[in-house]
């Protein structure tokens, strides 16, 4: 089955700077890949995915980026804020025929520091 | 976005009496559904797919007899933990895929087995 794997385990960065997350996934069916943030107590929402025919996508501050040779993406949040202090999952979709299921990586705690 | 509505959101149960936790989508029908299982600081492990009308397909290494999964209509899945004991203890949280592609959380339910 698919596996993902995600780094850093946890991250620290000034206010302003960016903040980079990086996953692998093992399945090259695999077709969707998308970002989850959880804050403390509260349930995972999505802020960004990417389709497999896609390369690059951006919304506002956060940009998502996918390798399909080298079977990786990245979470890219730029002049980050005290507010994107949270876990940060990825996720990838298993292959159709798999009920859409998605397989989280271990997840990333981003502390943003005024 | 689509609304998934979880409930409980906190029970707390002794040990050996069973609890039963719904999963509803409200604006959207759902003919699969997700649970997974989030220990503290840790990844959401997807535990079983949900699927009206027909039984669950649980993940390797899930009790099938623990964890008894329901799901009669459209809108509604139930998990139901059977003769709970403290190592059940979790936040448990479903989901629900309108559309095909990004999965909607409910807000979970903190399981305390005393």
């Known amino acids: 089955g698919e596996n993902v794997e995600q780094h850093p385990s946890t991250l620290s960065v000034q206010e302003g700077d960016s903040a980079v997350i990086k996953c692998t996934y093992s399945?090259?069916?695999?077709?969707?890949f998308p970002w989850y943030k959880q804050e403390l107590g509260k349930r995972p929402q999505l802020i960004i995915d990417?389709?497999?025919?896609?390369g690059e996508k951006k919304d506002q501050r956060i940009a998502v980026t996918l390798n399909k040779t080298a079977k990786h993406f990245s979470l890219h949040i730029t002049e980050t804020q005290p507010e994107d202090s949270a876990v940060y999952f990825c996720?990838?979709?298993?292959?159709?025929?798999?009920?859409?299921?998605?397989?989280f990586g271990a997840g990333t705690r981003l502390a943003v520091h005024p | 976005g689509a609304v998934v509505s979880q409930h409980p959101s906190r029970v707390i149960c002794k040990s050996g009496t069973s609890v039963k936790i719904e999963c509803r989508s409200l604006d959207f029908q759902a003919t699969t559904m997700f649970w997974y299982r989030q220990f503290p600081k840790q990844s959401l492990m997807l535990m079983a797919t949900?699927?009206?009308?027909?039984?669950?397909?649980?993940e390797q290494g899930v009790e099938k007899d623990k964890f008894l999964i329901n799901h009669a209509s459209l809108t509604l899945s139930t998990l139901t933990v059977t003769s709970a004991h403290p190592e059940d203890s979790s936040f448990y949280i479903c989901?629900?895929?309108?559309?095909?592609?990004?999965?909607?959380f409910g807000q979970g339910t903190r399981l305390t087995v005393v």
């Open positions: 949900s699927n009206e009308g027909s039984k669950a397909t649980y």
């Open positions: 996720a990838a979709r298993s292959p159709p025929g798999g009920y859409n299921k998605l397989i």
């Open positions: 990417i389709r497999s025919n896609v």
């Open positions: 989901s629900a895929i309108p559309g095909g592609l990004g999965a909607f």
């Open positions: 399945d090259s069916a695999s077709n969707y």
